[in-house]
């Protein structure tokens, strides 16, 4: 479990490499307090996933990894997962920011289905959730050190979604293949549904 400090750390990592993703600015562009209302969002999912014991880290705050495999978590865990994720969130922002994010979310989930895997495999999964590095340690192989052992331990298939297009080829150095995607027009965005 994370102390106060480190969650702190790691939070602002998750944030502040997260804060440009096109998927998380159709949620937040155009909120004047996106950038505080989304640390509050990445701040409760790490404590949520990591009092589930479903979060590894780099030392020092430079990386982190969330993720599940679907025989361990149940859709029901999986949504009091999300609602205590979202709790800190839902206490902070205004009424007016929830509506905004709530119809931005709406239209972002209409090319991001969390089910999509359905169609191509009746096994359990792992779902990688979030994975990110601090940029000092960009070539450094801290990608690797936290994407290998679940590639190696799990032994299930492991199926990602991303909204950046520069995340695909990384994710295939490691093997993973698109399967499937889908875009908006209205927003200007496209999900990347993956495989390994």
């Given at each position: 479990?994370?102390?106060?400090?480190?969650?702190?750390?790691?939070?602002?990592?998750?944030?502040?490499?997260?804060?440009?993703?096109?998927?998380?600015?159709?949620?937040?562009?155009?909120?004047?307090?996106?950038?505080?209302?989304?640390?509050?969002?990445?701040?409760?999912?790490?404590?949520?996933?990591?009092?589930?014991?479903?979060?590894?880290?780099?030392?020092?705050?430079?990386?982190?990894?969330?993720?599940?495999?679907?025989?361990?978590?149940?859709?029901?865990?999986?949504?009091?997962?999300?609602?205590?994720?979202?709790?800190?969130?839902?206490?902070?922002?205004?009424?007016?920011?929830?509506?905004?994010?709530?119809?931005?979310?709406?239209?972002?989930?209409?090319?991001?289905?969390?089910?999509?895997?359905?169609?191509?495999?009746?096994?359990?999964?792992?779902?990688?959730?979030?994975?990110?590095?601090?940029?000092?340690?960009?070539?450094t192989g801290a990608?690797?050190k936290l994407l290998?052992?679940?590639?190696?331990?799990?032994?299930?298939?492991?199926?990602?979604?991303?909204?950046?297009?520069?995340?695909?080829?990384?994710?295939?150095?490691?093997?993973?293949?698109?399967?499937?995607?889908?875009?908006?027009?209205?927003?200007?965005?496209?999900?990347?549904?993956?495989?390994?």
């Amino acid at each position: 479990m994370l102390d106060e400090k480190d969650l702190k750390v790691y939070t602002e990592l998750m944030a502040s490499r997260f804060i440009k993703d096109p998927g998380v600015m159709a949620q937040v562009n155009g909120l004047e307090r996106a950038k505080m209302l989304f640390a509050l969002s990445c701040e409760g999912q790490i404590l949520a996933f990591d009092q589930r014991n479903l979060l590894q880290v780099l030392e020092n705050g430079k990386g982190l990894l969330i993720g599940y495999s679907s025989d361990t978590l149940t859709q029901e865990q999986l949504l009091e997962v999300y609602q205590q994720a979202s709790s800190g969130l839902i206490e902070t922002a205004t009424e007016a920011e929830l509506l905004f994010m709530q119809d931005k979310g709406i239209k972002v989930n209409e090319v991001t289905d969390h089910s999509w895997h359905t169609k191509y495999t009746d096994e359990d999964v792992y779902h990688l959730q979030v994975i990110v590095v601090d940029e000092s340690l960009k070539g450094t192989g801290a990608f690797r050190k936290l994407l290998m052992p679940i590639i190696k331990q799990k032994g299930l298939p492991i199926v990602l979604q991303t909204h950046n297009p520069q995340n695909v080829p990384i994710y295939e150095h490691f093997g993973f293949r698109i399967i499937e995607s889908n875009s908006s027009e209205e927003i200007a965005l496209t999900c990347y549904c993956m495989m390994r």
